[in-house]
């Protein structure tokens, strides 16, 4: 696929943390846009800064350089270093792809705002000093740049609605990408046997909760609690990194001690053995309040594994109408439906292929496209205002 404009553009692209070793959602998104920019977009040059780290996880090719910006903070690497080398590459368009943007930069810039969850009300517990700086960076750094930018992407139609109407964006100016995912998330046969570095045996649930509050784990638990009552097969619950002392505190507070010995927590999981975890599992959880888009959604449909998953946010844009939506505040919900996929095998079965259909729909292949099309009508603008 070849840029439309008749003049080649010199794209910026902030991609500051992608280099470093324990990424973040956002960090994923922009390292597979600019992998599949590189495929399908070889007449326009991309300038990507980044942070040097030790996972190099990009190459440059002929028309897409790395340039790493050595810089202390991630404030004054994004004010001060970002700015500074976007205008010494003579970028046409800077994108800046993680929430926030430099205030003071004269190129013309693209945000991706991926949600504005910073500027809702806050549960003031269990936030480290690392997740407090950031949520401050935002709500300090967002309200100043929304004006600066020509366009505002964001990753699903719920969230493109609720930024317009709690900022005020006009809509002409907002654009939704809806995000992909991996190819290597698909159906398969785990002949190494991965998640026994994780878990003794398959047909386990599997849970990415955390102590964010939004990833609603409390009451997660509380369901799998009334599971293991009810259940004759008791599954396991594999559960990625989680603080022992969040756990314990749940587990006391809500005096279901009966999940202890089921729950299996291996800590952080590699995202290459994620693939194996999804395909073992016999469900996931995901049973978030809010998401804006929600990856591990669309990744495990992808294999095939049923999820349970909210009725709230994008969450039933992203799964479909067809896929199991509970309330997240009611955990009776949650219990219900994990006794179903056991107990009921015409509708497991049916889940299964309700989300490798629905998977479908979605791969970074689109998301670059839409994103290629967006960078060609900034700069058509931009040339016409100069003309």
Known sequence: MHANSIQNMR?????QRIFRKNKHGMDYVV????????????????????????????????????????????????QWALPKAAKEYKVDILHCTSNTAPIWCD???ILTL????????????????YQNMGWLYRRLNVPRILDKCQRIITVSNFEMENIISKLNIPRERMAMIYNGYNNWFRPLEDKEEVYKKYIPEKGYFFFLGNTDPKKNTERTLIAYSKYLKRSDVKRKLLMADLDPNYLNGIIEHNHIEN????????GYIVNSDLPSIYNSAFAFLYTSLRESFGIPLLEAMACGTPVITSNTSSMPE????????INPENSE??????????????????????????????????TAEALLKLYNEVFTENKKQYQ
Not at 42 to 65: A, C, I, M, Q, W
Not at 114 to 129: A, G, T, V, W, Y
Not at 336 to 365: H, P, T, V
Request: proline residues 5%.
């Open 114 to 129: 991926h949600d504005i969850i910073f500027l809702e009300p806050r549960d003031k517990q269990n936030h480290s000093l």
């Open 31 to 78: 390292l597979q846009e600019i992998k599949e920019l590189q495929q399908i977009d070889t007449e326009n040059e991309y300038y990507v800064f980044v942070k040097p780290g030790e996972d190099r996880s990009l190459e440059s090719t002929k028309n897409v350089h790395i340039i790493e910006l050595n810089c202390p903070s991630y404030p004054l690497w994004e």
């Open 11 to 15: 794209i910026g692209i902030e991609a």
């Open 107 to 109: 190129i013309p810039l």
């Open 333 to 366: 919900e949650i219990t219900q439906m994990m006794l179903r996929l056991e107990s009921d095998e015409l509708f497991y079965n049916k889940q299964k292929e309700i989300g490798l259909e629905r998977a479908k729909l979605f791969s970074w292949r689109k």
């Open 318 to 325: 992203i799964g479909g109408k067809d896929a199991i939506l």
């Open 259 to 266: 999940i202890r010995e089921d729950i299996v927590m291996p």
